[in-house]
């Protein structure tokens, strides 16, 4: 009898020593650098010049900008067999088209003159799109040109130049419709011959019949100036690793996310709930462009960094239970290599339509202000998302998860035996320090296990047995509308 009462008296200091622990030594501070990601200036398609972006971040209290420039902004429909030659194409303002040497050049020099303001160089790709119908039937749709992905880190203009996108023929690929667009090329030669070689014409004058010997002007330059145009317009008739006459699937997408993480670099999944659908007369052809929401493809893909989870529209695919969740779930199984993290995406371009910049945001918890400690907490999870008003923000000041005298914070893991006490502290506060009130929810597994009501400044501990279970936290922070934090998750696994 005594055994057992010191037994119990043991365990109940232990779980008093853990939960005093969460209590009074929460994670090691970082600072936080508030960053709004994906971002146009008039490098490409945005409204602003790029100084004047800086400017208005640097006056609203923002610490860092996520360039997302166009990377390659153009689309082509050419008629088969010659598609190069019957090649009709629009075209917006890019990062190929100016150069990404002169990109990056540009960035750095504006970072020169806003030397407290971090401005990270990125692209927005198109991976691939294509299109359905036909000018004949006069309709046409254009698939998937917002299912894009941003990249950033990759900082040499040269492998910057050599990202998966349809239109970018950085290795040349050769095919059947390589010689399709080739032949008609091969027209100059009968079209010499023509030229070259008179041809005897019989002409009347009167009752008398003359022999007269021509040239075939019309016949023959016109078959040397469809030649001409066809080898001009198909030089060095290459074409795309994944052209746009059919679908290719998730497969370029794929492509490109594995190229960015070789390359050492940051890829991230674009509004995958944001549908974008429109059309407009091309003369008698009515084209029509759809890009549907998908973010189950963020499940069917793998080994990018990151995704949009958070903007200025309704989203679900974080709600409990639901598209993250599964995705992390495969992750704790072993399914999967690595998570992804979510992010706030902005989609700034200017300010028309009431658009400003920093309503949503993305908080870097870093151990200096540099780009590399940036993109290093960005591929390790060392961020949350806030969507805020122009006067507060909710702000993370603690989440972590304490045991065995160890202690792991957003993206990290706690390597501890079974039956170890753990316990996970939220601390939440606004930017303001006044008296909000919020609802918290802790997300365990993808169930809610706990949910507060209580006010900023906020904080509460959910302590639990670890049962050997790998298992993922994470929290979600609702204050008045439209006050949004999202954590990324935290680890808990077996040594």
Do not use: C
């Not at 030659?85 to 806003?114: C, I, K, M, N, W």
């Not at 599964?326 to 706030?344: F, M």
């Not at 923000?393 to 893991?413: I, K």
């Not at 753990?422 to 606004?430: C, D, H, L, N």
Request: cysteine-free.
């Amino acid at each position: 009898m005594m055994l057992l009462d010191r037994r119990t008296a043991r365990r109940s200091l232990v779980t008093l020593a853990v939960a005093l622990l969460a209590l009074a030594s929460p994670a090691p501070a970082l600072e936080r650098v508030a960053a709004v990601l994906h971002v146009h200036s008039d490098l490409t398609t945005g409204d602003l010049p790029l100084e004047e972006v800086a400017r208005i971040a640097e006056a609203g209290g923002i610490g860092a900008i996520f360039l997302a420039e166009n990377y390659l902004l153009r689309v082509e429909y050419g008629l088969p067999p010659f598609r190069a030659l019957t090649r009709v194409a629009h075209e917006e303002p890019s990062v190929l088209a100016g150069g990404t040497a002169r990109f990056l050049q540009r960035v750095a020099d504006v970072r020169r003159v806003y030397p407290r303001l971090l401005i990270l160089p990125g692209v927005e790709v198109v991976p691939h799109y294509y299109w359905t119908g036909s000018p004949v039937t006069l309709a046409m749709t254009l698939h998937n040109v917002q299912k894009n992905v941003l990249v950033f880190g990759v900082s040499d203009p040269t492998k910057l130049s050599s990202l998966v996108a349809t239109g970018n023929r950085y290795e040349p690929r050769y095919s059947w419709q390589s010689l399709a667009d080739a032949a008609p090329a091969a027209l100059v030669v009968p079209g010499l011959v023509l030229l070259g070689r008179k041809r005897r014409d019989h002409r009347r004058l009167g009752r008398t019949v003359v022999v007269v010997w021509r040239r075939r002007w019309r016949i023959g330059l016109t078959l040397i100036a469809v030649g001409v145009v066809a080898f001009v317009r198909g030089w060095p008739f290459t074409v795309d690793q994944y052209p746009p006459w059919q679908s290719a699937g998730l497969e370029p997408h794929q492509t490109l996310i594995d190229q960015v993480d070789r390359l050492g670099g940051v890829s991230m999944w674009s509004f995958p709930e944001a549908p974008d659908v429109g059309q407009r007369g091309v003369g008698p052809v009515q084209v029509g462009w759809l890009t549907e929401p998908y973010p189950d493809d963020l499940l069917r893909t793998f080994r990018y960094t990151a995704f949009g989870a958070i903007y200025e529209q309704p989203t679900r695919f974080t709600d409990p239970g639901l598209g993250w969740d599964r995705l992390l779930g495969q992750y704790v199984r072993g399914e999967r290599s690595r998570p992804a993290w979510a992010v706030g995406e902005s989609g700034f371009h200017g300010m028309a339509r009431g658009k400003r910049l920093g309503p949503v945001q993305t908080v870097f918890l870093v151990d200096e202000r540099s780009d590399a400690a940036l993109l290093d907490a960005f591929k390790r999870g060392r961020l949350y998302a806030v969507r805020r008003t122009p006067e507060m923000a909710l702000a993370l000041s603690d989440f972590s998860v304490t045991g065995n005298a160890a202690t792991a914070a957003s993206g990290e893991t706690l390597r501890v035996p079974e039956r170890t006490r753990i316990a996970v502290r939220v601390s939440v506060e606004s930017s303001d320090g006044a008296g909000h009130p919020l609802r918290v929810t802790l997300v365990r597994n993808g169930e809610p296990v706990e949910t507060w009501a209580g006010q900023a400044p906020f904080t509460a501990v959910h302590e639990e047995v670890f049962d050997g279970t790998s298992l993922f936290f994470r929290v979600e922070v609702r204050g008045r509308t439209p006050q949004q934090l999202l954590t990324n998750p935290l680890f808990v696994r077996k040594p």
